[in-house]
C-alpha cells in the first residue's frame, strides 16, 4: 500500500470515546462455569451495545468483558454509560454474584482507520474505566466541563492522576449517576484538593503507609516485593494494592489465593479477584487468617 494512500485511509476528527467492562465476570466463571458465565456476560454487552446505539454512537469492538464505543459529542457518551449502569443494576445476582460496570468516558481528536478508532484520547478513556470501581463512570473534567447542564450538575469533582506520558495530571470527575448520591457542580477557578487518602500497611513490626502518589505495592514471598513476607503458602509475587482515585484496591494473582478480612465481618477469599478495602482489617496470602501468622494487618484513613 502506497503511503499516499494509507494516509487517505487514517483521518483525525473530534469524538468522545467509552470503554466499559463488566466487573465480577471472574467469580462468575469459576463458579458458575463457561457457559453460564459467557451467556451472562454476553446478555451485559447487549445492553450496553443497545446504550451506546439508543445515544447515537457506535461500537467500535468488544474484548472479552470489555466494550470500546465512540460517540460524536460527550452528551451522548455520558447518557448511554447512565443507562449501561442502570440496565447492569436491574439485572438479578447470578447465583450470588452481582455485575457491575466500570466505565470511563474521554472526549478529543481521534484517529479513524476503517472502522477502529486510535490516539491518546483512546488510550486515556481506557485508563479512565481502569482506575473506576464497579459502579462508576470517571471522566476527564475537561470533558465534564463541557456537558450539557442537566448532566454537569452530576459530575462530582476528584482530584488529578498522573498519567504515563504527560507532564501534568490529569483532573478527574465521576458522573454520579444515582439519584439518591449527592453530585457537586463543576466550579471555576482555584479548586481545593481532595483529602491525600492513606492506607498503612504493618507486618511483623515493620509499617509502610501508602499514599494517593503511590500507584501499587505487590506482597509475596520474593524479595523484590514492596512487602515480602514469609508464609510459605504465598506465591513469590501473591497479590497488588494499589489505588484507584481515593480507594485502594488489592488484587489477587496466586496460586492459592488471598483472604480479607475486614474487622467485624466475614473473610473474603479472592481468586484471581479484588476487592476495596474498608476500615481496617488482615491480608493473609494463600491461607485464611486463621493460620497463619503472616497476616498482613491494614488500616484506611
Known amino acids: 500500500m502506497s503511503s499516499e494512500h494509507a494516509a487517505a485511509t487514517l483521518r483525525s476528527r473530534f469524538a468522545a470515546v467509552m ?10 466463571y469459576a463458579t458458575q462455569g463457561d457457559t453460564v458465565g459467557h451467556r451472562t456476560i454476553r446478555g451485559c454487552i447487549d445492553l450496553m451495545r443497545r446504550a451506546t446505539e439508543t445515544a447515537g454512537g457506535r461500537v467500535v469492538k468488544t474484548i472479552g468483558d470489555e466494550i470500546l464505543s465512540v460517540f460524536s459529542a460527550a452528551d451522548a457518551a455520558a447518557r448511554a454509560a447512565i443507562e449501561m449502569h442502570m440496565a447492569v443494576e436491574n439485572l438479578p445476582d447470578v447465583a450470588g454474584t452481582k455485575l457491575q460496570l466500570r466505565i470511563g468516558v474521554h472526549g478529543g481528536p481521534v484517529l479513524q482507520k476503517e472502522n477502529d478508532i486510535f490516539g491518546d484520547t483512546v488510550n486515556l478513556a481506557a ?10 463512570v470517571l471522566l476527564t473534567r475537561a470533558t465534564a466541563a463541557g456537558l450539557a447542564p442537566d448532566l454537569r450538575v452530576m459530575a462530582r469533582e476528584l482530584y488529578g492522576v498522573k498519567v504515563k506520558g504527560k507532564t501534568e495530571e490529569i483532573e478527574l470527575c465521576e458522573l454520579v449517576w444515582k439519584a439518591d448520591e449527592n453530585a457537586t457542580v463543576i466550579l471555576s477557578g482555584p479548586r481545593p484538593r481532595a483529602k491525600a487518602a492513606t492506607l498503612k500497611l504493618a507486618y511483623k513490626g515493620r509499617e509502610l503507609p501508602l499514599r494517593r502518589d503511590a500507584d501499587a505495592i505487590v506482597i509475596g514471598r520474593d524479595q523484590d516485593c514492596g512487602l515480602a513476607i514469609a508464609d510459605h503458602m504465598a506465591s513469590r509475587r501473591h497479590c497488588t494494592i494499589e489505588r484507584r482515585l481515593d480507594k485502594f484496591v488489592v488484587k489477587d494473582h496466586s496460586t492459592n489465593g488471598t483472604y480479607v478480612t475486614i474487622e467485624g465481618e466475614a473473610e473474603i477469599s479472592l ?6 478495602l474498608r476500615k481496617r482489617g488482615w491480608i493473609a496470602c494463600g491461607q485464611p487468617k486463621v493460620g497463619t501468622d503472616d497476616a498482613v494487618e491494614f488500616a484506611c484513613e
Request: aromatic share 4%; glycine share 16%; charged share 25%.
Open 127 to 136: 485508563r479512565l474505566a481502569g482506575q473506576a470501581v464497579g459502579g462508576q
Open 19 to 28: 470503554f466499559a467492562d463488566v466487573t465480577g465476570s471472574t467469580r462468575l
Open 271 to 276: 481468586r484471581r479477584e479484588e476487592l476495596i
